[in-house]
């Protein structure tokens, strides 16, 4: 069954509330995909991808109630929030909060503070199972933090459009995948926290290297923020996350300079520059250092394996 099918099935608006409303109004754009039932469906489709849904604004109450669908469902608020309420309890999803939903249980979503400006997609492919079976229970939540790439994620398939080509697949996959990605990495790190006893101020010091990381840091300006010794913080900052601050920080830069290399054709100066280096030189001994490359050869040698893995296997 098709997803437009299954879902108007399957959801139902709780007109005592929605007065008008129609299941309509949560999937505000309809994907299609042009070679559908075509030799390339049964590869393409593998991706993560989008089915429905969209940007949404309600400033009067809404509710609606869902059956199980065999999908994932993806809500992101900017402003104002809503609950979901199923069997086993209930999610808050407030204000730069992100959500991840196993639409396989009944769920109910309600607004619950006005005005609701909100995202929602529900999403197929098959690496959703691997994600459903991460969920602990129905679904995960977590806060996005202010500097989070979450939100460029949501704005770069927000600019698919709605009959998506193979292009289109694979920006929703890259994206779709960052975004569970941070949802399950940031359920860990949190786990991990509460597990080690990890202090505040340490816990802000890693959300600080991960989503500001291309802003200039020293130490000095720590000791101040957090009212801690240098010394302290990275004996602590070490211990807790397996490295101190300096060379989590490099780390961090490092590996989104390789994503940035594999997926654009910025120059190495302005790859430097975006990840934080303003001095191109000290970048490429890094980089050099890390991986026995300097980013131009990183960038050939992965290029030239390109064609090699994009021949399908017989």
């Known amino acids: 069954m098709d997803f437009q099918k299954s879902y108007y099935a399957s959801v139902r608006s709780n007109r005592l509330v929605n007065l008008e409303l129609t299941a309509d109004f949560l999937i505000p754009n309809i994907y299609d995909y042009p070679f559908k039932d075509s030799e390339a469906d049964g590869i393409y489709m593998e991706f993560l991808h989008l089915l429905g849904g969209g940007n949404i604004h309600t400033d009067f109450p809404i509710s609606f109630s869902f059956r199980p669908l065999n999908y994932g469902l993806i809500l992101y608020t900017e402003k104002g929030g809503g609950r979901i309420t199923h069997s086993g309890g209930a999610l808050s999803v407030t204000e730069d909060t992100l959500a991840f939903i196993d639409c396989g249980h009944t769920f109910s979503l309600h607004s619950f503070i006005l005005p609701w400006n909100f995202k929602l997609f529900f999403v197929d492919g098959s690496d959703l199972k691997l994600y459903r079976s991460l969920l602990p229970g129905f679904g995960e939540v977590f806060r996005v ?40 990495l940031a359920g860990n790190t949190e786990s991990s926290a509460g597990n080690k006893n990890i202090p505040g101020y340490l816990a802000e010091l890693h959300d600080l290297l991960e989503n500001q990381y291309a802003s200039a840091f020293s130490l000095e300006k720590c000791e101040e923020l957090f009212h801690v010794s240098r010394y302290r913080l990275c004996r602590e900052f070490s211990a807790a996350y397996g490295m101190p601050p300096v060379k989590y920080l490099i780390r961090r830069r490092l590996d989104t300079a390789k994503k940035i290399l594999l997926t654009t054709d910025l120059s190495i100066h302005e790859i430097s520059s975006k990840v934080g280096y303003d001095n191109v030189n000290h970048f490429i001994n890094l980089f050099k250092k890390d991986t026995g490359l300097t980013p131009g050869a990183f960038r050939q040698k992965a290029l030239a394996h390109q064609p090699a893995l994009r021949s399908p296997s017989r």
Do not use: K, Q, T, W
Request: glycine share 2%; hydrophobic share 50%; with cysteine.
């Open 145 to 184: 933090p202010e500097y989070s790439f979450v939100r460029n994620c949501f704005h770069s398939l927000l600019s698919v459009p709605a009959s998506a080509d193979v292009s289109g697949i694979l920006l929703m996959h890259r994206n779709l995948s960052e975004i569970l990605s941070a949802v399950f």
